[in-house]
Structure formats: C-alpha cells, structure tokens
C-alpha cells in the first residue's frame, strides 16, 4: 500500500497585506519621532534664546553702572520711549563706543552680540509693557518674528529693572 504524499509549495517572501502593516507601523513610528524631534529644538531654541538674553542684560547693566547710559546713549534716567531693534551697532555701546557713552565706557562689555535662535536680532526695550506695567527690557521677537512695539505670547524677555 502506497502512501500518497501531498507536495506543499514553499513559498518564500511577504504578502502585500504584511508588507502594507509594515509601511504603516514604519509611517507611525516615523511620524512620532519627527515630533519629538521638533519639540526638542523648540525647547533647545528657547534655552539658548534664555542664555544669550542673560549674557545681554549682564553686558547692558554693565554699560549703565559705567557710564550710566543705556544703548543708545540716553542717560539711566531717561527711561520712557527708549528702544533699539539693533544692539551690534557702536552707538548702542556694547560692541563699541561712537563717542556718546564718554571717558567711563570700558567696553567692549561684549565681543559679539549674536542673532536670537530664530534669524532676528534682539533689542533693548525701556517702556516693553510687562503686566500692564512699563518695565525695561533686553528681548526676542520669538519664533514668529513678529515685533517692535507688538507684544505677544511668544516674545521672549528679561527685566532688567
């Protein structure tokens, strides 16, 4: 008596069902690393963005105990309408003296001044409206770049006094 014996074809490879589950785990898993990796440059953005504005505010209270001006040469008492959306130009006294800040100024307070984590340069505020409040400010336009003189939620700054 002869055993009839079956031949099972082996077949080698994926189906397109296994192959379709596996594109889209590998679309999921995609889709939440590139969100975690954009938060994590936001919030390295906005700690470098912290950094350079409390090495802004040191170079500025500097620049006032010396010679008691503010960027742009207008004495510490003057403190209403004074502004400037550019802190690398001499006249406003970190980087370089134009003359206005006298015999006292013993800069540079600052070798270079860089540009905020988002491409914009940042300023120096003496009426920047903190809670109703006008407050000196060195500051960021954040990441929407939206300014001078437009305060919203996502300006960065510090109070100086």
Do not use: C
Request: avoid cysteine; glycine fraction near 10%; hydrophobic fraction near 40%.
């Amino acid at each position: 008596m002869k055993i009839k014996q079956e031949k099972y074809i082996k077949r080698d490879g994926f189906t397109i069902v296994e192959i379709m589950v596996i594109v889209m785990i590998i679309g999921v898993l995609t889709s939440i690393a590139v969100v975690s990796i954009t938060k994590v440059r936001q919030n390295a953005r906005l700690r470098l963005a912290t950094a350079d504005l409390e090495m802004l505010v040191a170079a500025v209270r500097h620049l006032a105990w010396d010679t008691g001006r503010w960027p742009t040469g207008v004495p510490r008492t003057n403190d209403k309408g004074l502004e400037t959306q550019d802190l690398t130009t001499s006249d406003a006294g970190l980087i370089g003296n134009d003359g206005t800040y006298g015999d006292n100024w013993k800069g540079p307070y600052l070798e270079k001044i860089p540009n905020d984590p988002w491409g914009s340069k940042y300023f120096f505020d003496a009426d920047y409206q903190v809670d109703g409040v006008d407050r000196i400010v060195i500051g960021s336009y954040g990441p929407n770049k939206t300014g001078f003189n437009r305060y919203n939620e996502d300006n960065l700054y510090v109070v100086i006094e």
